[in-house]
């Protein structure tokens, strides 16, 4: 069964330069460019309006990718040579340095709990990493190019991984079994994100596609190719009293918003 979503707001020129990652809060939506500034649009009114601008938004460091755990205790980064590190914000203390095989970090995420972390590698190598006791959970086989996004579903029963290999992988995360392959995409993949209930799956890809997923039926109920332009980053926005809203963002250096067609 297909999904309809429809176009509610664009803002044009939202960065003068590439968006490369966006984050929802409950009222806003921060987005981060090559300018290495960060901006956030509101999300409670109609237009979407620019209510702050972060200038220096970014430092020189080893860090690649960065995530940050649902009730922010713990902080996790990948780095150039492959290590991971996992923070505890709180003490501002390392607690946790995994070793992998080398290979360039090129995403991570944290369960909701901070109990895991999954990295996704350029040479195609995913991990998963618990860290309450130091130890690798798995080293997930399926796909041999880089991984460019993954996330765990809310309920950390699934790790969804994607990349240059245009297909989604699902894995069990109690039993690391790869327990489906999601394919429709023509080109990499470059971001994805789960709904708040873990029922469908927004990727969007290089040629400016954004398709949702539904994990019940393993397919694609929505399609959105409005840009041929990359999408660096697409996101759930929290559910509020309005219908399920989704945001992309990429080369086109705009933000794009998006609502389910049955809400109000």
């Known amino acids: 069964m297909s999904k309809q979503y429809l176009t509610l707001h664009t803002v044009d020129n939202a960065h ?50 960065v995530s940050l755990s649902e009730d922010g205790r713990y902080l996790a980064i990948t780095t150039h040579d492959g290590r991971i590190n996992v923070w505890e914000t709180p003490a501002k203390e390392k607690i946790r340095e995994f070793e992998t095989k080398g290979s360039f970090g090129m995403c991570i995420h944290l369960s909701i709990d901070g109990r895991f972390t999954a990295s996704g590698h350029e040479n195609g190598s995913i991990y998963v990493f618990n860290n309450e006791t130091g130890r690798l959970l798995h080293s997930l086989p399926g796909l041999i190019k880089p991984i460019r996004a993954l996330a765990f579903s809310p309920g950390c029963k699934l790790l969804a991984a994607a990349g240059d290999a245009r297909t989604i992988a699902l894995y069990d995360v109690t039993s690391g079994e790869q327990v489906a392959n999601l394919s429709g995409h023509a080109a990499w993949i470059m971001s994805l994100d789960w709904n708040d209930t873990g029922e469908y799956l927004l990727t969007g890809s290089f040629d400016g596609k954004a398709k949702i997923w ?51």
């Open 16 to 65: 003068p330069t590439d968006i490369f990652a966006i984050a929802p809060t409950k009222t806003g939506l921060l987005s981060a460019s090559g300018s290495s500034s960060i901006r956030v649009y509101s999300t409670t009114e109609p237009e979407f309006p620019l209510t702050q601008t972060i200038q220096e938004g970014s430092k020189a460091g080893e860090a690649w990718a």
């Open 214 to 264: 539904s994990i019940e039926t393993k397919t694609c109920v929505a399609t959105h190719s409005e840009s041929d332009k990359t999408l660096w980053s697409v996101k759930w926005l929290p559910k509020t009293h309005r219908a399920e809203m989704f945001a992309v963002a990429g080369a086109g250096k705009s933000i794009s918003f998006y609502r389910e067609a049955s809400g109000s």
